[in-house]
């Protein structure tokens, strides 16, 4: 069956969204409710900073089926000190918290110098280590040195998500070795991503997890409008397509995969 045409009665989960955004302030039950009705749920809202971190574990508190990760992402490095470590580690302790991220590397814009980002990112596999929770990843061109970080600080212990995968199938196959889940959006519907849809379309399916990146990365056909959770339903269509699978298979192990990683 296909969720597109309502046919479906399957589950999916948005793996990775930013519902504190302000653009989603003036809407955001709607966003939540539109989701719903979607069939997209549970919802993974993701910190990004001290800030948005809070305020997603605050989303989460406010909806029941919403669950967040806490911790500082690559851009703002430069920020942390070990009392701002401190805070994201008790952030970590409320029980909606299922994960540490958005944590990594960033070496397209390089708002914070590279080894800063490189100490930050270890610093925070370390307390997920500590915690026991898995990492959500973000990177962007630095593929070597997250690789690197990854294996030496034993990142494998915990496991978690490459967000919005943009490696090869090198980076792919080291990342599933070490038992990270490879994550796709929206640019899995993008007509210029024939070589990202070719390395996932190798991917096994049992080591893919789907995410809207919300508000950002729209999937076809809503390019170029606001990205919101319930149109996940799009980028899980583009991986049916792309397997040749049935979406309803899609949903069912995407959503199991999902729930083995968080402990839903």
């Known amino acids: 069956m296909n969720s597109l045409t309502g046919e479906s009665d399957a589950y999916l989960i948005d793996t990775h969204v930013h519902l504190d955004h302000e653009r989603f302030s003036c809407d955001l039950n709607q966003v939540i409710e539109r989701a719903k009705s979607a069939r997209v749920w549970p919802i993974v809202t993701v910190g990004a900073d001290l800030a948005s971190s809070g305020q997603a574990v605050e989303c989460a508190r406010r909806y029941p089926g919403v669950i967040a990760t806490v911790g500082i992402h690559p851009h703002d490095a430069d920020s942390v000190s070990e009392g701002i470590l401190d805070e994201v580690r008790t952030l970590a302790g409320d029980e909606r918290v299922v994960a540490i991220g958005e944590i990594g590397l960033d070496y397209h814009y390089d708002f914070s110098p590279r080894n800063v980002q490189r100490q930050v990112f270890a610093m925070q596999i370390s307390l997920a280590r500590e915690l026991r929770l898995p990492i ?8 070597d040195d997250l690789i690197t970080i990854l294996r030496s600080e034993r990142a494998e212990d915990v496991g978690g998500i490459i967000h919005c995968f943009s490696g090869d199938r090198e980076v ?22 024939s070589k990202l849809r070719q390395i996932v379309k190798g991917l096994p399916l049992d080591r893919i997890l789907l995410e809207t990146d919300a508000p950002y990365l729209t ?28 979406f309803d298979k899609v949903a069912e192990i995407t959503t199991a995969n999902a729930s083995k990683l968080f402990g839903f």
């Open 219 to 246: 999937p076809v056909p809503f390019r170029g409008k606001r990205n919101e959770p319930a149109y996940v339903v799009h980028v899980a269509q583009a991986l049916a397509d792309l397997k040749g699978i049935a």
């Open 136 to 143: 959500v990843v973000h990177v962007r061109e630095a593929y």
């Open 172 to 193: 792919a196959k080291d990342c599933l070795d070490m038992g990270f889940y490879i994550s796709v959006g929206g640019i899995l519907t993008f007509a210029d991503s």
